[in-house]
């Protein structure tokens, strides 16, 4: 599981989402794909965005992935109670993610009810690197491991796939 992050490039709109369908597509050059719903309002920020964040959370901020999850940008702004900053393209970084990455959006590709963002990762960075990171996050011996669909299964969605 993933949170992407957007901002609007001509009117600075911030959006986040929990997205599941995401993958590497590429070694060399590097290039990643990550799916969003057209019902999804990060969907409408991501198209107006250059560079998108995407952030590989720990079991132990499943806290976070709930919060871009079960919300919606909608009716709720979403980064008024996180810790962020802004990254290239003045796309979102989540502090206390397990690992993220910024990408420029090269494309764009139709799939069924989602639509892939092919990006380039331009920049990089880890809980380890990240001062700012919680320790807890980085190894939590109750719950060790990376976030998974098992994990938020239980959650309600902000909006409809």
Not at 15 to 30: E, K, N, R, T, Y
Not at 44 to 72: K, Y
Not at 114 to 134: I, K, N, R
Request: negative net charge.
């Amino acid at each position: 599981m993933y949170v992407v992050t957007a901002a609007g490039e001509e009117d600075g709109e911030l959006d986040g989402c929990l997205v599941g369908f995401a993958s590497q597509c590429s070694i060399g050059p590097a290039r990643f794909v990550v799916w969003l719903s057209r019902e999804n309002r990060t969907y409408r920020a991501a198209c107006r965005a250059s560079h998108l964040g995407v952030h590989v959370l720990s079991r132990a901020r499943s806290d976070l992935a709930r919060w871009f999850g079960e919300r919606t940008g909608d009716d709720t702004d979403k980064f008024a109670e996180v810790d962020w900053r802004p990254g290239p393209g003045g796309a979102p970084v989540l502090r206390g993610a397990r690992a993220w990455f910024v990408g420029r959006v090269l494309d764009r590709f139709e799939g069924g009810d989602h639509v892939g963002f092919l990006l380039a990762p331009v920049t990089e960075g880890s809980a380890d690197a990240d001062d700012s990171a919680d320790p807890d996050d980085v190894a939590d011996a109750a719950r060790p491991g990376l976030l998974r669909l098992s994990d938020v299964e239980h959650f309600s969605p902000g909006h409809p796939a």
